[in-house]
């Protein structure tokens, strides 16, 4: 797929990069890039398979602008492997969940760039993009111990990360939720913490203008009426440790 525009008019743009992995061993990852008066911020850039792609990709839609931040949901390899390689190749800072800063050096991380890696604290935080603010949203267990999903209140889009993610499928924005669940339904079974989460993440959001919802994996939500349903399956899912007891028994040998 080309690059999609989510949002553009004039001054503030926000693209989806093409999807570099398709096709490949690893697990289908977006990447989406923010522009604001031509500066930019690429959310979960990826890992070393897509690292030039990406980062040519993002130059040609900055257009000479200049890349200010790098925002890093959590701390898994297909959001933050090939690292060094953007704070090597860019002036742009990383930011990550202050659990997490000690952890991404094991990736391979040179030490005349360690200072440009920066913390996001528990309660999340709001960035300064051109003017145009951008707010790290605390999500906490969803999947990650130290997770983040990042609002944009001029396109009104909330990026996700790992909450809303499909596995499996070959289109790019949702059109019938319920058939859609079949793509959803197992890995946030698995990988989401605890109902008790989902709906202190549902009431948070609740609060907010969404128009789109665009995971990490797979589809967005294009509206804000499928935005309210996913949300609303979110705040009613039984997940995590609400479903893993019986799966604690000692093998059979």
Not at 138 to 154: K, T, V
Request: with cysteine; aromatic share 12%; proline share 5%.
């Amino acid at each position: 797929m080309a690059n999609t525009v989510l949002y553009d008019d004039g001054v503030h743009k926000n693209i989806l990069l093409e999807d570099f992995s398709a096709g490949g061993l690893a697990v289908q990852a977006n990447q989406h890039l923010i522009i604001h008066d031509r500066v930019g911020m690429i959310l979960d850039p990826g890992g070393h398979k897509v690292y030039a792609k990406v980062l040519a990709e993002t130059f040609s839609e900055l257009s000479g602008g200049r890349l200010k931040y790098l925002f890093l949901s959590h701390q898994d390899p297909d959001i933050v492997a090939a690292i060094n390689g953007w704070l090597m190749t860019t002036d742009a800072d990383a930011y990550i969940s202050s659990l997490w800063t000690r952890f991404v050096p094991h990736f391979g991380f040179d030490h005349i760039v360690a200072d440009r890696l920066k913390p996001i604290p528990d309660e999340g935080m709001v960035f300064d993009l051109a003017g145009a603010k951008l707010y790290a949203l605390p999500a906490h267990f969803l999947h990650s111990e130290g997770n983040f999903q990042l609002y944009d209140p001029i396109s009104k889009i909330l990026y996700s990360g790992d909450l809303g993610a499909s596995i499996g499928i070959d289109y790019m924005v949702v059109r019938d939720f319920k058939a859609h669940l079949h793509y959803m339904e197992g890995f946030h079974r698995r990988y989401m913490a605890a109902n008790r989460v989902m709906k202190a993440w549902a009431d948070m959001v609740r609060q907010l203008d969404i128009e789109i919802i665009a995971p990490q994996h797979g589809a967005l939500f294009p509206d804000p009426a499928m935005c309210r349903q996913f949300i609303d399956w979110c705040a009613r899912l039984e997940c995590g440790v609400d479903l893993i007891t019986p799966t604690f028994k000692i093998p059979v040998g």
